[in-house]
């Protein structure tokens, strides 16, 4: 039982008692909750707990009740009158932040009330069929509610039996109260409290990774003046937080400025690595997938995070080619994708597959699901957008790699922390030579002064390219790899030419026909002819709206920026094209056509560029396959030929 779950259920079972008012209320007992729990510490189990003992002892209480006031005693009546209860009245509202998460505590739900005989969970979640859910809610038991606040609101306000039947809820539960806020929920969290029992009837708890100003606003908001604060990550050793501190709105220690995760995951190794040019990026991203598969072969799990949606789709596509053709060490690695453009459906699917992958016991080799295609046995990869970054629980995840900068630094704690969950912070065994966990961060040109001026308290170190290929290559001529002829190179992949080839010790699976991998800078271009040039102009307008307010941040000026999306883009081959001068300066860059201006023009900045790439350096001869009913706002995945073509493939 982890610190979280200890500290709650320690409460029971005063905690779970439904609300009566026959009895005076005691000021002495448990109620209502204000809980600091890190991410990954089991506080849905935490949570739920009480939530499912409070709806059982509700039921039972109505039931006998009726039963008493009718003079009869019959088992049967007491059966119709529980089921009636079930469907008419609502047990414990859960808002989330993010639909993934309230699937994901759903389902840890359904799994705790798997011995109760038709116990039942609905979800109001957007982008899924809302006619579905409201089916649902009107044909069955609605023993727990688990929901997104803004789907939530819009049925609360467009649906009247939704509505009446929320009157009742006498149980609210926030979780992930800080994500919440910091997604502009505030308002709609207010507006769904007003459709909800009254305060008096109403129990709330509060979950918080943090206990910022904003936190313990909400909390004199919504929670009873005797709410009990319980801390189950405090930040400094013998550090205690009083009621009354929060109470007087004084600043907690640690907790304002800063995230639960930096402290939980400070074990976790973190390493950026400042790339020399954009051509390196792919080739650099291979050799730490590969490096990690290397290392925990078919228990490899990577999380790729990327900065915009466009980017996802675009990495992902890259990835699953890269998959295919047998450059990375596993040759059964999944790939698979995940960002807010994607459907409900899709979404869900992604992140089921991915969460119960790698399946490698032996009692689940010949699962119906294996046969089905759902599970996979070997590495895995999920590469994601920012919608994975807080509140997911991934579990066994080995390696989060971060492509480019996040918009916050408490996002890039997040994204550190979507690894080593649920850990101890003890240090690494000396006998150990590798973690199971790590974090990596791979910095374009422009991006390299982000850990001199950011994250200063993080423990991340300089993980140089060279570095990198050293760790890559002792890991393949490792006695315990598991895989034959990984190709490793010594020098940097901005050069073409490999230095070194180092076969890996043989497995059963690999045959004679089998040929020697090129270098990972050569299959890089050879992917080029094969890339979609309309994805690659989108995810670099996606790229420089997500840059250019980070300029000042990084120190760096827009035009450097814009000088850095272009050589991005010229990487792959394509022109990125020429923003619009009034887009530019609603950008914050100026640029002007003047003779006698000192300021650089678009054009000659585009021009610059260009030479800095030899028009023989990437012999390309782009694909441009452009679809007329495809949506500007949907991220457009590249297009390979049927046919494709490949250098020396495996």
Not at 324 to 335: F, I, M
Not at 480 to 497: E, F, L, Q
Request: glycine letters at 4%.
């Amino acid at each position: 039982m982890t610190p979280v779950q200890a500290l709650v259920t320690a409460l029971l079972p005063d905690l779970a008692h439904p609300y009566d008012s026959s009895t005076p209320p005691n000021p002495d007992a448990p109620r209502d909750l204000l809980v600091r729990a890190r991410t990954g510490t089991g506080k849905t189990l935490a949570f739920l707990i009480p939530a499912v003992e409070h709806r059982i002892r509700a039921v039972e209480k109505h039931a006998e009740s009726t039963v008493r006031s009718s003079d009869l005693s019959s088992s049967i009546l007491a059966g119709r009158v529980r089921n009636s209860f079930r469907k008419r009245f609502p047990g414990a509202l859960v808002l989330s932040p993010t639909r993934e998460l309230a699937t994901q505590i759903a389902g840890v739900a359904l799994k705790l009330t798997d011995h109760h005989k038709d116990f039942q969970v609905n979800l109001f979640v957007g982008g899924a069929s809302k006619g579905r859910q409201l089916s649902q809610w009107k044909n069955g038991h609605r023993d727990i509610v688990v929901a997104t606040p803004g789907r939530l609101r819009d049925v609360l306000e467009n649906d009247s039996d939704v509505r009446e039947s929320m009157k009742s809820c006498n149980f609210l539960i926030l979780d992930e109260a800080d994500t919440l806020l910091d997604m502009g929920f505030r308002d709609d969290i207010d507006a769904i409290v007003k459709f909800l029992a009254p305060p008096r009837t109403r129990q709330t708890f509060l979950f918080s990774a943090t206990l910022s100003r904003r936190i313990r606003q909400i909390a004199t908001t919504h929670l009873s003046p005797n709410h009990q604060f319980l801390d189950a990550a405090p930040p400094v050793s013998g550090t205690d937080l009083s009621i009354d501190q929060l109470k007087d709105n004084a600043r907690v220690p640690w907790a304002v400025d800063s995230d639960d995760e930096l402290v939980t995951h400070a074990h976790v190794p973190q390493h950026y690595t400042p790339l020399p040019s954009p051509d390196a990026q792919i080739p650099a991203l291979l050799r730490l997938i590969a490096h990690d598969q290397l290392i925990h072969a078919s228990k490899s799990k990577i999380i790729v995070f990327c900065p915009t949606t466009h980017s996802t789709a675009f990495f992902s596509t890259v990835m699953r080619e890269f998959a295919a053709d047998g450059t990375l060490p596993a040759k059964n690695t999944r790939v698979f994708e995940m960002h807010s453009k994607l459907t409900q459906a899709a979404r869900q699917r992604a992140s089921r597959e991915f969460r119960e992958s790698p399946i490698t016991s032996s009692s689940q080799k010949h699962d119906w699901r294996l046969r089905k295609g759902r599970g996979s046995a070997g590495p895995t990869v999920l590469v994601t957008s920012d919608v994975s970054a807080r509140g997911v629980d991934y579990p066994h995840v080995t390696r989060v790699i971060q492509l480019g900068i996040p918009s916050s630094e408490a996002l890039y704690v997040h994204r550190v922390g979507r690894t080593g969950r649920g850990l101890s912070s003890s240090p690494l065994p000396e006998s150990q030579e590798e973690p199971p966990h790590r974090s990596d961060m791979l910095l374009l040109p422009w991006e390299a002064g982000y850990f001199s001026r950011h994250l200063q308290q993080c423990p991340v170190k300089a993980l140089p390219l060279e570095t990198l290929e050293s760790q890559v290559a002792a890991a393949a001529t490792a006695p315990s790899c598991r895989y034959s002829k990984v190709a490793i190179y010594g020098t940097s992949s901005t050069d073409g030419n490999p230095s070194s080839e180092i076969k890996a010790p043989s497995d059963d699976n690999a045959t004679s026909a089998d040929k020697q991998p090129d270098s990972l800078s050569t299959r890089f271009r050879s992917l080029l002819p094969l890339l979609d040039a309309e994805a690659i102009r989108q995810t670099a307008a996606s790229l420089l709206g997500h840059y250019l307010p980070l300029a000042g941040p990084l120190h760096v000026s827009g035009q450097k920026v814009l000088s850095g999306i272009s050589d991005w883009s010229r990487t792959f081959g394509v022109d990125m094209g020429k923003p619009s001068q009034a887009w530019l300066r609603r950008m914050g860059i100026r640029l002007e056509d003047k003779a006698d201006s000192r300021r650089t023009r678009f054009e000659d900045l585009i021009g610059s560029s260009l030479q800095k790439h030899r028009a023989d350096r990437f012999p390309v001869q782009r694909i441009d396959k452009r679809r007329k009913d495809d949506k500007k706002s949907q991220p457009r995945t590249m297009s390979f030929r049927s046919q494709r073509v490949r250098n020396n493939s495996v």
